[in-house]
C-alpha cells in the first residue's frame, strides 16, 4: 500500500486553504448585513441561495458512516444498501412539498419552537435537551471518532491529534454561523463529489484489470459479473443480511419513517432552508435530491468493488482485522490504493464529508440550546449579541465534550452505518408521528404528544427484546419475523419502526379522543391550508425526472 506522500500533502492543503479562505471571506462579507444578529448567525435568514441550501443539506449529511459504514454495507451487503440515499431522494422532494411550508408559514425557526408553539413548554423542553443529548453524545462523537479513525488509518498521524484538527476546524467554520457553514459547504461538496467520483473510477479500474482490462465501464461490467448478487436491489427472505434490510419493507414500510424523520424532523437538516422564503427552500431541497441520485456511485459502489476485489485475492489480508473480517475497513484499504496525488483528493474529501458534518451538528447544538433552553428559560432579555456569544460558547463546549468522551464509547467496536441506524430508529417512529399530527389533525394534544416521545422509546425497547420473552414464529408467515440463525424469530428493526410508528399514532388518536371527550388537553393549532402545498411547474418536472430515475433503477437492478 502507498504513503501519505508529500504530493498528497499539498493537495490536502490547497484544500483546507481554498475553505478556509472561502469562510473568512464570507465571514467578512455578512459583517455589513442587516437583520437580526441571532437569526442571521444561527439561520442565515435570506442569505443562502438554492444551490448552498442543496450543498449544505448533501455536506451536513454526508459523513464518515456514509464513506466508511456504507461501502462496509456495500461490501457486505451489496448496492441494496443504497436504498438509504436513493428513498431520501423521494423523501426530500416530499418535504419540500409538504413540510417546508407549514414551518416557514408558522415562522418556525427550530424543532423544539414547532413542538412549543404547537404542544406547550413542557413537551418543547423534554425533546429540546433530549436532542441536546442525542447530538453531543451519539451524533458529534461519533462523527468525530469515526472521521479520525478513517484519517488517522490513511496519514499515520494519531488519533487524537486527527480528532483535535476535525474538532477546531469545524469550530471554526461554525464560530461563523449558518451563512459561512452554508456557502463553504459548496466547496465541501464539490471536494467530497469530485474526490468520491475519482476513488470510484479508480477502484473500477482496478476491478477492470483482474480481466485484464482497463477503464471504469470495463470495471463496471466486470464487477456485473463477479459479484451480480451485491446488485439485488430487494433482498429475499433467505438473504442472510434480510435483518438489515426486510424485502419490500425498504421500500412500503419502514423505510419511509427513517427518511421522513430524518429529513423532515431534524434541526441538523432542517436548519439549512429556514431561513430562507419557500421557493428557494424547495429549490434546494430539490437539487439535494438530484445529489442524493449520485451518492450511491460515490458510497457504496466502491464497497462493492472492494468485495470483488478481496474475492480474487488482490487485497491480501488488508479487510481482516484481528484475523476478522471486518468490512467497514473496504474505503480506507481502497484509498491506500490510491496513487500519490490522488490519495490526497480523496483524503481532502473524506475531511470535508467530516468537517461539513461536524459543523452542521455543532451549529445545530447550538441553535437549540439558545434559541430554545437559554433565551427561554435563563435571560428572556437576552440582547442580539449575547446570544450569538452563547451559541458561539456552545459550540466550543459541545466540540470539547466531543474529543472527551469519544474515545470511552468504543464507538469502532459497534459496527457501521447499520448500527446507526438501528439505535436512532429507537426514537424516530414517535417524533415523526408527534410531527405529522401535529401538521394534519388539529385535535391532537399535548398529552398525546408525551405519549409519542415516551410510548415510542418504550415500544422500540419492548419489540427489541420482546423475541427473548416469547416465541414470535407466529409472525414469519405474514413477513413481519424471520428466523435468524440462532433459531430465534426476530422482527427486522425496520419493520419494528413500522409497527411502532402505527401503534403510537393509535395512542395519540386515543388519548386525543379521550382528552375532547372530558373538554380536556392542550391543542394549539398551526397555521395550515392546502394552499401551501402548491408547487410551480419547474419543480413539478424536477420531481418527476427524479421519480422516473428511482423507477429506472429499481426497474432494472430488482
Known amino acids: 500500500m502507498s504513503t501519505f506522500s508529500t504530493l498528497d500533502l499539498i493537495v490536502f492543503l490547497i484544500y483546507f486553504v481554498a475553505v478556509a479562505s472561502y469562510g473568512i471571506w464570507i465571514y467578512r462579507r455578512k459583517q455589513n448585513s442587516s437583520g437580526q444578529a441571532s437569526?442571521?448567525?444561527?439561520?442565515?435568514?435570506?442569505?443562502?441561495?438554492?444551490?448552498?441550501?442543496?450543498?449544505?443539506?448533501?455536506?451536513?449529511?454526508?459523513?464518515?458512516?456514509?464513506?466508511?459504514?456504507?461501502?462496509?454495507?456495500?461490501?457486505?451487503?451489496g448496492m441494496a444498501i443504497a436504498v438509504y440515499e436513493l428513498m431520501a431522494a423521494a423523501t426530500l422532494v416530499i418535504v419540500a412539498v409538504f413540510f417546508?411550508?407549514?414551518?416557514?408559514?408558522?415562522?418556525?425557526?427550530?424543532?423544539?419552537?414547532?413542538?412549543?408553539?404547537?404542544?406547550?413548554?413542557?413537551?418543547?423542553?423534554?425533546?429540546?435537551?433530549?436532542?441536546?443529548?442525542?447530538?453531543?453524545?451519539?451524533?458529534?462523537?461519533?462523527?468525530?471518532?469515526?472521521?479520525?479513525?478513517?484519517?488517522?488509518?490513511?496519514?499515520?498521524?494519531?488519533?487524537?491529534?486527527?480528532?483535535?484538527?476535525?474538532?477546531?476546524?469545524?469550530?471554526?467554520?461554525?464560530?461563523?454561523?449558518?451563512?459561512?457553514?452554508?456557502?463553504?459547504?459548496?466547496v465541501q461538496v464539490a471536494c467530497l463529489v469530485v474526490g468520491g467520483l475519482v476513488t470510484t473510477w479508480l477502484a473500477l479500474d482496478l476491478v477492470a484489470g483482474l480481466a485484464g482490462k482497463h477503464g471504469a465501464l470495463d470495471g463496471l461490467s466486470e464487477l456485473f459479473g463477479v459479484a451480480r448478487g451485491h446488485f439485488d436491489m430487494v433482498l429475499k427472505r433467505e438473504d442472510p443480511n434480510y435483518m438489515d434490510l426486510p424485502g419490500l419493507s425498504v421500500l412500503l414500510g419502514g423505510m419511509w419513517i427513517v427518511n421522513l424523520n430524518y429529513w423532515g424532523c431534524n434541526q441538523y437538516i432542517t436548519q439549512r432552508a429556514l431561513g430562507a422564503d419557500l421557493p428557494t427552500a424547495r429549490k434546494g431541497l430539490l437539487f439535494a435530491a438530484f445529489l442524493k441520485l449520485l451518492m450511491p456511485v460515490i458510497v457504496v459502489l466502491p464497497g462493492i468493488a472492494a468485495y470483488a476485489l478481496d474475492k480474487s485475492g488482490a487485497l491480501g489480508d488488508a479487510m481482516r482485522q484481528g484475523g476478522e473480517l471486518n468490512?467497514?475497513?473496504?474505503?480506507?484499504?481502497?484509498?491506500?490504493?490510491?496513487?500519490?496525488?490522488?490519495?490526497?483528493?480523496?483524503?481532502?474529501?473524506?475531511?470535508?464529508?467530516?468537517?461539513?458534518?461536524?459543523?452542521?451538528?455543532?451549529?445545530?447544538?447550538?441553535?437549540?440550546?439558545?434559541?430554545?433552553?437559554?433565551?427561554?428559560?435563563?435571560?428572556?432579555?437576552?440582547?442580539?449579541?449575547?446570544?450569538?456569544?452563547?451559541?458561539?460558547?456552545?459550540?466550543?463546549?459541545?466540540?470539547?465534550l466531543a474529543v472527551l468522551i469519544a474515545p470511552m464509547l468504543g464507538i469502532d467496536k459497534k459496527g457501521g452505518f447499520q448500527y446507526i441506524q438501528e439505535y436512532t430508529g429507537f426514537v424516530s417512529p414517535g417524533i415523526l408521528a408527534m410531527f405529522l399530527m401535529g401538521?394534519?389533525?388539529?385535535?391532537?394534544?399535548?398529552?398525546?404528544?408525551?405519549?409519542?416521545?415516551?410510548?415510542?422509546?418504550?415500544?422500540?425497547?419492548?419489540?427489541?427484546?420482546?423475541?427473548?420473552?416469547?416465541?414470535?414464529?407466529?409472525?414469519?408467515?405474514?413477513?413481519?419475523?424471520?428466523?435468524?440463525?440462532?433459531?430465534?424469530?426476530?422482527?427486522?428493526?425496520l419493520d419494528r419502526m413500522f409497527i411502532v410508528f402505527w401503534f403510537v399514532i393509535a395512542g395519540m388518536v386515543l388519548i386525543s379522543k379521550l382528552a375532547e371527550a372530558k373538554r380536556e388537553g392542550v391543542t394549539r393549532h398551526l397555521h395550515v391550508d392546502t394552499s401551501m402545498f402548491r408547487v410551480d411547474g419547474a419543480f413539478t418536472v424536477g420531481s418527476a425526472i427524479i421519480g422516473v430515475a428511482l423507477a429506472a433503477i429499481y426497474g432494472t437492478l430488482w
Open 327 to 400: 468490512p467497514d475497513r473496504a474505503y480506507p484499504v481502497l484509498l491506500n490504493l490510491l496513487p500519490s496525488g490522488l490519495k490526497g483528493v480523496a483524503f481532502a474529501a473524506l475531511t470535508a464529508a467530516v468537517v461539513a458534518s461536524l459543523a452542521g451538528k455543532a451549529n445545530s447544538i447550538a441553535t437549540i440550546f439558545t434559541l430554545d433552553i437559554y433565551n427561554k428559560t435563563f435571560n428572556k432579555q437576552a440582547t442580539e449579541q449575547r446570544m450569538v456569544w452563547i451559541g458561539r460558547v456552545s459550540v466550543v463546549v459541545s466540540m470539547a
Open 39 to 77: 437569526h442571521d448567525y444561527f439561520l442565515a435568514e435570506g442569505s443562502l441561495t438554492w444551490w448552498a441550501i442543496g450543498a449544505s443539506l448533501i455536506a451536513s449529511n454526508i459523513s464518515a458512516e456514509q464513506f466508511i459504514g456504507m461501502s462496509g454495507s456495500g461490501y457486505k451487503i
Open 439 to 493: 401538521f394534519f389533525w388539529k385535535k391532537t394534544t399535548s398529552g398525546a404528544a408525551m405519549f409519542a416521545t415516551v410510548g415510542g422509546l418504550a415500544g422500540s425497547i419492548v419489540l427489541k427484546f420482546l423475541p427473548t420473552m416469547m416465541d414470535l414464529s407466529f409472525l414469519v408467515p405474514i413477513g413481519f419475523a424471520k428466523v435468524t440463525s440462532s433459531g430465534v424469530a426476530e422482527i427486522p428493526f
Open 100 to 186: 417546508m411550508p407549514v414551518y416557514l408559514k408558522n415562522r418556525i425557526y427550530t424543532m423544539p419552537q414547532f413542538l412549543e408553539q404547537r404542544y406547550g413548554k413542557a413537551v418543547a423542553t423534554t425533546m429540546a435537551l433530549f436532542w441536546l443529548g442525542l447530538y453531543v453524545v451519539v451524533n458529534l462523537t461519533s462523527i468525530l471518532y469515526l472521521g479520525a479513525l478513517a484519517i488517522s488509518s490513511l496519514s499515520g498521524i494519531a488519533l487524537l491529534p486527527c480528532m483535535l484538527f476535525l474538532a477546531v476546524f469545524a469550530a471554526i467554520i461554525t464560530l461563523g454561523g449558518m451563512k459561512v457553514i452554508g456557502y463553504t459547504d459548496v
